[in-house]
């Protein structure tokens, strides 16, 4: 994997982020969110606020069922239990056999030989796409050991090698955020800057941003740009929330307004 | 069902919702709250805002016991697991059993075949109130198809029919809210206008509001206007904090603030 | 018990608050937090403001394995399952054999029978340190009997006598917090006062104090003085949010802030 050459990186343009953001707020879309249990409430805030529908549906009972219906589904392995495994793995299928996108975000990947595993068996299922910090997308690669807790400790360019084959490896678009995010399917790299460090300081921002791309992907033909254009969404929201904001409290509010009040025409 | 006839609308008047209001502070009611995994926290801030008792005792080693001891108990099934539906059947008997009032907030009814035949097992247990929207209400009364996820696709008004049928065969308040809130117990119906359409982009209005309803139904002689009182004082907090809110996260703010600001004479 | 001659009560000085804030911003401790479902945010954003790093570790396939690399552990019994309490029970026994500190808080002790033969054994497993408030302390220590659900009916004077024979049983810590805040080894008693009424309206403020505990007491050599720095660092953020707070919706995001803005060198 040492000796992969990189894809030229591509920063997107604000045309591309308009369009998808617009198609978002059209379609409204219905995501599943299979998440931990510490970013409930923000991740349906915040698809709440830039206009998706979040559906916290998750047992064993119902998750396929609703897979089926939704118009893409979240998988994030934050608290994971193996219950909540088993409900994860019929959802997958069931999106996969729908062709409902689904979105995977490895969790603190590379730093528990358990949920390392358990990451595996998801991985076999063919996410549509990836959403980790560095440290998580490295270990998820099979390169690094993994962050401190849920952080990361490398920047997001030490993982490109490792997006790229893992995205190559497993036909999946991978996209590893911190100060500047990328986004990549193994032949082009998308990226995208901004944002701010106040959102490190929040929690959920990382794991609600997984909730949006899950939002950007459904029923796109442009799934790269998609899920590109939900960073940029995001990385907009936490500039205008930290122009504002006097810590992290006022920070994650200010963030949700963000999100609620950007339009697509912003990006021009 | 369709063949009903509707009892006379009467909008509730605010001295009734003050006294309401008056005697739900006064007694501070301690409400077992078993709800989903992702309104717990603006369950309890609501609750403690405005001034009752949160309690979120849920597992079925607990829950009967404290429901023999708390003033009323919510259950609402967002996000339900077979052993925390067994929890919940064992609070409604005790709450039964030892007089106590509890409320069923039936979230997504009509959408998953497995919460729907679920939400039968609890409605045989005689609930004291439900509180849902008009999706809701109508797939609990066995009409309409379920809305889309958690949110409501049709009218209050359109579920009056299915309330007041529903109300009327298990001898139960049933509220249907939405741009007008309802509450019917089969015989008449009170109604409650107001609040703001922000309230739907910040996840858990709803379901706070039957924690609300189970706080105003503690203890009362009155309780089909205790639940229209509830939703008059979310109404009204609703409308305060649309006032001063940017986007749905400083909304969510000012709506905790409201609802610890208003007082009874406020109404007057 | 009723016995006890109490050791003289010493109000906890600035530096000491201040040399203990400085040295766990310095260690930026990483904190297993094993919580209950409604504090699962607050907690997180608590201790991100002051600058440790939370990780929600949980089940009974990571707990250990996490506890043996965390700088500290969190143990909550607020929503307590037997699942969980196994994982507790784990991630305690790994965390002396690792000599890594943790912190107990005894939610709702004394109300309910299979709680409270539940924190029997958790108490067994030796916690470095308690958090509770006085009905909780009081009930752990053999002495009355719970408060109103989760909240205190008792003063935290009325536990002084109940916290020293804890600490003295049970070779551990003590911390009850109330109007004023007491920390116990059986030896000698830190005080600490300030804060405001108004924490007592946000659900956690109490729960994400015992996390804060923890990640005080991470890497110390004088655990007594870290429990009541943690508790002035909260009653000082309580202050600053109570002043600038327009009911408990602002008083949460001003508290976050000020948790985040306070500085070791505010304490000169």
Redesign the interface.
Known sequence: MSDITLPPIKSVDPETIATHLFHMKELAP?VQCMT???????T??VL??MGA???????K??SA??AAIASSVLINV??????SIEAMHLAAKSANLHHVPWVLDPV?AG?????DKMLKGLLALHPTAIRGNASEIRALAGVGKGG????STDSSESALQAAVSLARTHSTIVCVTGKTDYATDGQSILSCSGGSVKA?????TGCSLSAMVAAFIAQTEHPLEAVISACALAKRAAQQAAGV??????F??????????IQAKDFY
């Open positions: 219905l931990n249990d510490v970013v409930q409430e923000i349906a805030n709440l606020a529908s979040p559906a916290m549906v998750i047992t009972e119902e069922h609703f934050g608290t994971p239990r193996p219950e603190a730093l528990l030989p358990w949920r401190k807790g849920v952080d490190t300081f929040v929690v959920g904001a006097r810590g992290p409290g006022s994650a509010v200010a963030y949700i307004d963000a999100l609620n009040l």
